[in-house]
């Protein structure tokens, strides 16, 4: 199914979401390049919630731009499978080679707000992450190798210790305890 498609399918579950799916969907209906980094206002992201087999730990990595433990997730860049850009930012982001969707569904929907930064030398403005959230699943014994380039650590937690490694408090109250209690309901 397309990603529009199913974004449009996908039942919000708080006021965020809600709010939030609205917002991706029309930005999504007017703006043919929100796929790509060119549209410097917005464009599409995902983001992986990893978790064991057991559903006892969730994977974190340390970002380097935002100075917290956080999920892993990257830029569409063109690609309209958000679900396999997900699986490529995680593997690139933890060196985890055996990870899988749990269920290949959008898990969150949510827009995020992105200060100005440096990346590469480069002055990167503040803008939108319109993005797709998916759960996915490894093996807490794969080694792990941290992204030089775009992290400082990778750690599983337990999913409590992941609400406090965080510094980022909107993304804790309103996206990571969301994904938590998603994975106590699987």
Known sequence: MPIRE???????RNAQEAQDKDLILAYLDSHEDAFSRSNRVAHMTASAWVTNRERTKVLMVYHKIYDSWSWCGGHADGERDLLKVALKECREETGLQ?????????????????????????YVSSHLHLNVTYLLEADENEPLRVCEEENAGV???????????????WFVERIYSKLNARLAEI
């Open 6 to 12: 199913e974004i449009a399918a996908y039942r919000p």
């Open 98 to 122: 055996n990870v899988r969707p749990i269920d290949g569904r959008i898990a969150s929907l949510e827009c995020l707000t992105v200060d100005g930064h440096e990346k590469r030398g480069e």
């Open 155 to 169: 750690k599983w937690f337990t999913p409590e210790e992941a609400l406090r490694a965080s510094t980022e408090p």
